[in-house]
């Protein structure tokens, strides 16, 4: 990515490291204008590499990550979808469900939605874990009650059902 970056004329502006219990996340940041920026990040809870354009312009965001998209291909959102079905092991399905989650349209999708919806209600606590994680990638409303469900009845996971409640509320989700 940071070829990627230098050819098109974008400056390194950062980089953050993030490490927990889960994994660690490394993020490294370029200027592309002003108050328009790409964040590749290398995400160890998920085992996923990706990036995001952000901004305060929607519409040069989404010129940006489609331009982008169409030089480095990433997977559609059916390459996801499928991904997840034909998971098999339980760390392919956490995997599969945290690049789900990553990859989800910014729109809200039933699809995307229901497979987070089901792990964050799932009896498999290494799954409700995952859904935790996915959801604050895919930050829903839908997904609060499940969440806070977690946090008041599940003794392991509570501290970060806690935790994710929290973002939500400080990205202004009810």
Do not use: C
């Amino acid at each position: 990515m940071a070829t990627l970056a230098e050819r098109l004329g974008f400056t390194r502006a950062g980089e953050k490291d993030f490490r927990s219990d889960s994994g660690d996340r490394r993020e490294v940041i370029w200027d592309i204008d002003a108050g328009l920026t790409m964040h590749y990040v290398d995400d160890g809870i998920s085992g996923a590499r990706f990036f995001e354009v952000r901004g305060d312009d929607v519409d040069d965001v989404a010129d940006i990550a489609e331009s982008l998209s169409e030089m480095l291909r990433p997977l559609s959102y059916d390459d996801l979808l499928d991904a997840h079905r034909n998971a098999t092991t339980l760390d392919e399905k956490k995997a599969a469900l945290l690049r789900a989650a990553l990859g989800a349209p910014p729109e809200r999708d039933d699809d995307f939605a229901g497979l987070i919806e089901h792990a964050l209600r799932s009896t498999d606590g290494q799954i409700r874990e995952a859904g935790l994680w996915a959801a604050t990638y895919y930050g829903l409303p839908d997904f609060i009650p499940a969440i806070q469900a977690i946090a008041r009845d599940d003794a392991d996971l509570a501290d970060l059902a806690k935790d994710v409640l929290r973002g939500f509320k400080e990205r202004g989700l009810p």
